[in-house]
């Protein structure tokens, strides 16, 4: 081939556009590689909700003494009971608790249903600091992760599919008749055909977990309608992004729910172990409420979830509202007449 028809070639083939493509899809690997290394790479408890039940006479004793532990891994509080301690952990109130007794062997409560890690993180602290001071400690887990889930992943790895369904699903949709939505009536329709999707995936991926592998309990027609807000939520927040910034719109939504999404959703690693920045943008992000109320759902008889569909429902009502008013936007652009210049 000779050489100045290489060049050509080349130069059909770099457009400015495919370089600028390419720039991007560079930048989210690295952001990819930046965000799972840097939120999993060394996790350490940071103010984990914390209780210790103990006489008067040391319940304050305690709590100072876990208050003052270098780092700062527990933020401990007083409780009258036992019985109290338990019923905060199943609300999601507290991730573990102490009970101490004077007179014997005291007791740590953790819950491995909320993630395994953080159970054992909270196991090999408060040993070590039992045995520093010569006492015995028995560990019993009041919420345990099931048979077939003994790491407590299954949960986020069923959300993790169910934001696959929704971007892959709106991309596709989007992707098929152009890079925007010409008119109000084709966003409607791409809205509506997330909503089944949604019902579809949901369904499925409950009775995949639930009935068919036995990874999750809890109720399956909860996880079913969980299911269908999340796909639809990310398949609508998809098609809203795609639908103001063209094809860029879907890197966006691969930046959110997989580069920032995943590794802070708590899954991998739950919150209380995550550095600041992930544990912060977590809950506000599909994967992390998901996540959140996926394990209440299955572990936590459905406690603290208001928050996380309340999230989840922003995003759902969010996206469908800026899909139709870019494709009205645009159907307007398209048929309003250029100006007359004399």
């Known amino acids: 081939m000779p050489h100045s028809s290489f060049l050509s070639e080349v130069k059909d083939a770099v457009t400015p556009r495919a370089t600028l493509l390419i720039l991007g899809v560079i930048a989210l690997q690295l952001l990819f590689i930046a965000s799972y290394v840097g939120a999993l790479h060394d996790p350490k408890p940071k103010d984990v909700p914390f209780a210790v039940v103990a006489p008067q006479a040391a319940s304050a004793q305690a709590v100072t003494r876990l208050e003052r532990l270098p780092g700062s891994p527990l933020d401990p509080r007083a409780l009258p009971d036992a019985a ?36 054992n993180t909270l196991t090999t602290l408060v040993t070590t600091l039992e045995r520093s001071e010569k006492r015995t400690l028995r560990t019993v887990d009041v919420i345990p992760s099931a048979a077939h889930d003994p790491n407590g992943l299954s949960s986020f ?80 927040a998809t098609l809203a992004l795609q639908g103001v910034f063209g094809t860029i719109g879907i890197g966006l939504v691969i930046l959110l729910v997989v580069i920032l999404g995943n590794p802070s959703a708590g899954g991998a690693l739950p919150p209380p172990l995550l550095p600041p920045f992930w544990k912060a943008i977590g809950p506000a992000l599909p994967p992390g409420a998901g996540t959140w109320a996926t394990r209440s759902i ?45």
């Open 298 to 342: 299955a572990y936590f008889e459905n406690n603290a979830m208001t928050t996380s569909l309340l999230v989840l429902t922003a995003w759902a009502v969010a996206g469908a509202a800026i899909t139709l008013v870019a494709a009205a936007l645009r159907k307007r652009a398209d048929t309003t007449p250029p100006a007359h210049t004399p």
């Open 157 to 236: 790895y069923l959300v993790v599919g169910w934001c696959v369904g929704g971007y892959l699903g709106a991309a596709a949709l989007a992707i098929s008749a152009g890079a925007k939505p010409s008119n109000p009536e084709r966003a409607a329709i791409r809205l509506a055909v997330m909503a089944l999707v949604g019902i579809i995936g949901g369904l499925g991926g409950a009775l995949i977990t639930g009935p068919i592998l036995d990874a999750l309990p809890g109720s399956t027609a909860a996880l079913w309608g969980l299911g269908a807000l999340i796909i639809f939520a990310v398949g609508a």
């Open 84 to 119: 109290t301690a338990r019923n905060q952990i199943t609300n999601r109130d507290i991730d573990g608790a102490l009970i101490i007794d004077p007179a014997g062997t005291d007791t740590l409560l953790v819950a491995s249903g909320g993630g395994r890690v953080l159970a």
